[in-house]
C-alpha cells in the first residue's frame, strides 16, 4: 500500500538549508570540520583550560596573601623581619656550613654538599626561574602589610622566592649527609619561607616553588656528591 507524501523531513535527520536535502542527526558537522555524533558534548581547548586553572591558582595565591597581611601578628611581626633580613644571600646557611666544616667526617661533608646545593638553587632560582616567569612583586601597600614586618622590597622578580630555594636546598643536602640535623634545618627552612610571605615581598606560590625548586637542588647536589670519589669521607665519617 502505498505511503501517504511527507512534507517534513525525515525522522533522525536535519534539513541542508541549500536544497531542502536532509543530513543524518548522527553526522552533524562539527566546528572542527569533522562530523560528531550525535549527544557527544562539545570539545574542550586544553590551552584555555590550563589558563583557567592558573588564573585560579592566581586567584587563591592572592587572597592567601593577604591573608596573612590582614592577619595581626605583633609579637611575631619583628622576629620574623629579623629572620627574613638576616636570611639575606644565604647568611644562616653559610654561618651554619663554616660550623660544621670544623668537625671531620660527615659534618665536614655536609658543609661541602650543602654549599654546592645553595649555589645551584640559588643560579637555578635568579638566573633561569626569575628570568622566565618575570612574576611582579605584590603590592605591600595595597594590602595594607604593617610597617613592623616591613623589609627593603627586592627589584628581582618575585617567581621564585630564591631564600626559600636556598634554605631548603641547603637543609635537604645537609639532612641526607648528617641525618641529626634535618629536622632543625627543615624548621629554620620553613620558617624563611613563611618570613617572606608575612613580610610582604612574596606571594605563597613563590614560596612553594622555591621549596620545590630547593628540594631539586639538594638532590641535585647531592648525586653529583655522590659520583665524586671523595663521597667515602661521608661513608667512613
Known sequence: MAQPPTNGPV??????????????ASAVSSPGGGAEPAGRPPRRDPVGT????????RAVDGALYAA?????TPTLDRSLRRLSHTADHSKISFSVAAALALVPGRPRMAAVVGVGAIAVASATANLLGKRLVRR??????????????HVPMPTSASF?????????????????????AAV????????VGYSRVHTGVHYPGDVAAGAVLGLASGVAALTVANASPQWRWYRRG
Do not use: I, K, Q, Y
Request: charge should be negative.
Open 50 to 57: 590550563v589558563r583557567a586553572m592558573l588564573s585560579d591558582l
Open 136 to 149: 611582579r612583586r605584590p603590592d605591600r601597600e595595597a594590602a595594607r602589610v604593617t610597617v613592623d614586618r
Open 11 to 24: 525522522s533522525g535527520s536535519a534539513p541542508d538549508p541549500e536544497d531542502g536535502s536532509t543530513t543524518p
Open 160 to 180: 621564585p622566592s630564591g631564600h626559600t630555594a636556598s634554605a631548603v636546598a641547603f637543609a635537604t643536602a645537609v639532612g641526607v649527609v648528617l641525618p641529626p
Open 184 to 191: 632543625p634545618l627543615g624548621l629554620l627552612a620553613s620558617a
Open 68 to 72: 596573612v597581611a590582614a592577619t595581626p
